[in-house]
Structure formats: structure tokens, C-alpha cells
């Protein structure tokens, strides 16, 4: 079964002192961020002594948070990885960090679907072949399962979701989470778009 929508994900900055890793925390300063997100993506082995001794340090006035945004990926709640690994979907696998002295996870995405549609979307190039920005999405739905959480090659910084994914996060009431609809957003929601 194919998805109907296809949700691109991203953390609700509309939420009143939602939070965000600020690097100019002193806590924050000494943390290799490039580093950090290689071993994220798989870019350079994991050293889980390097991963345990980091604990991002985030001001807020939430009681609870599920979702932060972290260079090229996301970081979620322990509850969000447990249902995750409940749902056991396709290609994803979770990288050990703190926030705050919680336990919170880098979300690797594994699961690379090849199904934008490059001749139906809008598409500004850099140069032949390399894509600056994606102005206007089409899907090959029929490419995509449903469910899935992937990333697509234009756009490996990018989670997507599909319609079951969606029900399923909004159901069980995470905080923080907003889904765009990737080939009909809002103006407001086009500015986050890439």
C-alpha cells in the first residue's frame, strides 16, 4: 500500500519557548558538532565514549520536549524511540545522547526512497546536478510504502513520513512535532521547506 500524502517533518517553532540547542551556551561550546553528526549519519564509526559524555544543555519553560533539530538530523525523546522500536518501521536506528541529562536520540534514517518526482517538481540548480532548492515537490507515491520514515537523495537532510507515520506521532500526543505537507504547504510553511 502506497501513501496518499507525503509529510515532510519538522520541529514546531510555533510553540511558545520551544526549545533549540543554542551553541552559545557555555555547555554547549565545546561540543564538536561536525563530528558529532558524521557519527549521526554513519559518515565515521560511532565512539560511544565520545557519544555518552555529550549532554546538550537547552533553555525552556516546557515540562517535556520531543524533538529538537541538530545540524543535519533530529534528536527525539526516549518515548519517541520507544515507539519507534514498538512500530519496528524500516531503516531506522537511534544514536545515544542527552539533553538536559535525559536521555535523547540522534534519529538515523536508513531508509532512502528514490521517488521525487524531478520532471513534475520545481527545482532551482546550483549547477547540473546539484540541487540549491526544491521549490515544489511531486512524488512517485507509488514508489513509497506506507508505513515509512525516509530521507530522499535531493534532500538527505530531510525526514519524511507517511500518512500512517503522521496518525500514529499526533496520536500519542509528542510534543513538538509539525508535518508539513510536502507537495501542498502553506506560504507561512514554505520558508522551512529546505
Not at 532548492?133 to 519524511?160: C, L, N, T, W
Not at 506521532?169 to 512535532?177: K, M, P
Amino acid at each position: 500500500m502506497s501513501t496518499s500524502v507525503v509529510w515532510l517533518v519538522k520541529p514546531d517553532y510555533d510553540i511558545k519557548g520551544y526549545p533549540s540547542i543554542d551553541s552559545s551556551l557555555k555547555e554547549n561550546r565545546g561540543i564538536d558538532r561536525t563530528i558529532l553528526a558524521d557519527m549521526n549519519e554513519g559518515l565515521r564509526p560511532a565512539d560511544p565514549a565520545f557519544l555518552n559524555s555529550i549532554d546538550f544543555r537547552v533553555k525552556t519553560k516546557l515540562k517535556a520536549f520531543d524533538i529538537l533539530f541538530l545540524d543535519r538530523g533530529y534528536l527525539v525523546s526516549e518515548r519517541v524511540r520507544d515507539l519507534f522500536e514498538t512500530e519496528a518501521y524500516l531503516g531506522v536506528e537511534f544514536v545515544r545522547q542527552k539533553v538536559n541529562g535525559l536521555p535523547f536520540y540522534f534519529l538515523r534514517i536508513g531508509n532512502m526512497i528514490d521517488c521525487l518526482d524531478t520532471e513534475n517538481s520545481k527545482i532551482k540548480y546550483l549547477r547540473p546536478g546539484k540541487i540549491l532548492e526544491i521549490e515544489q515537490y511531486s512524488f512517485h507515491k507509488d514508489r513509497i510504502p506506507d508505513p515509512a520514515i525516509f530521507k530522499i537523495p535531493e534532500r538527505m537532510g530531510s525526514v519524511y513520513v507517511t500518512d500512517s507515520v503522521r496518525s500514529t506521532l499526533e496520536r500519542q500526543g509528542f510534543v513538538g512535532f509539525h508535518f508539513i505537507d510536502a507537495e501542498n504547504p502553506t506560504d507561512d510553511e514554505r520558508m522551512y521547506m529546505n
